[in-house]
């Protein structure tokens, strides 16, 4: 398995942009798949973005869909996950997660993915 550390959060305006990373330690990294899920307060945890092990493919939820990119660099071993134009609806808690199965994302409920890193929080003010 993989170990991944995120960063980049923290407390932007409304309209702003932020960059999370998700760094992961392991040689194997490049054969995982990564997704980016997120958890509100009082919500459940929702799919936000994946990769691919390549990078060659890409899944979003609607609601990220042309506001947010995910990248990766697999001679870093990061994951990149570019934010823009963000909503006070968007503050959460952000994880990122790898897995060497999935091929298409985001999992059926319940599924258990190989890796999940500690969070970083992201507060968007109004």
């Known amino acids: 398995q993989v170990q991944l550390v995120e960063s980049g959060g923290g407390l932007v305006q409304a309209g702003g942009s932020l960059r999370l990373s998700c760094a992961a330690s392991?040689?194997?990294?490049?054969?995982?798949?990564v997704g980016w899920f997120r958890q509100a307060p009082g919500k459940e945890r929702e799919f936000v973005a994946a990769?691919?092990?390549?990078?060659?493919?890409?899944y979003y939820a609607d609601f990220s869909k042309g506001r947010f990119t995910i990248s990766r660099d697999n001679a870093k071993n990061t994951v990149y996950l570019q934010m823009n134009s963000l909503k006070p609806e968007d503050t959460a808690v952000y994880y990122c997660?790898?897995?060497?199965?999935?091929?298409?994302?985001?999992?059926?409920?319940?599924?258990?993915?190989?890796?999940w890193g500690q969070g970083t929080q992201v507060t968007v003010s109004s």
């Open positions: 997660t790898a897995d060497r199965a999935r091929s298409s994302w985001p999992g059926p409920p319940g599924y258990e993915y190989d890796s």
């Open positions: 392991g040689r194997t990294f490049s054969s995982y798949a």
């Open positions: 990769v691919s092990w390549s990078g060659g493919s890409t």
